[in-house]
């Protein structure tokens, strides 16, 4: 692998951390240096830091809070 690839990935610990657990991208980046932003593509993908995945993470804590609130409120009128 190119020198330059090593170091850019040395600095993103998130893709060098990728790469360990995906060693096929050794060989895709071998092959075709050129090809960073695939696997920058593939790591959002995998450790799911994509918009979708983040605003689905946010949509399930607000689904979550509303359920605890309406529990709440059950559990105060039953009380009442």
């Not at 696997?39 to 605890?68: C, D, R, W």
């Amino acid at each position: 692998m190119r020198k330059e690839i090593l170091e850019y990935m040395e600095r993103q610990r998130d893709l060098k951390q990728f790469v360990r657990e995906q060693p096929q991208w050794y060989r895709k980046l071998s092959r075709n240096p050129f090809d960073l932003q695939a696997l920058e593509i593939a790591s959002l993908h995998y450790y799911k830091k994509t918009i979708p995945h983040q605003v689905e993470k946010f949509s399930n804590g607000v689904q979550m809070a509303s359920m605890m609130y309406s529990m709440f409120q059950a559990m105060k009128s039953q009380n009442e």
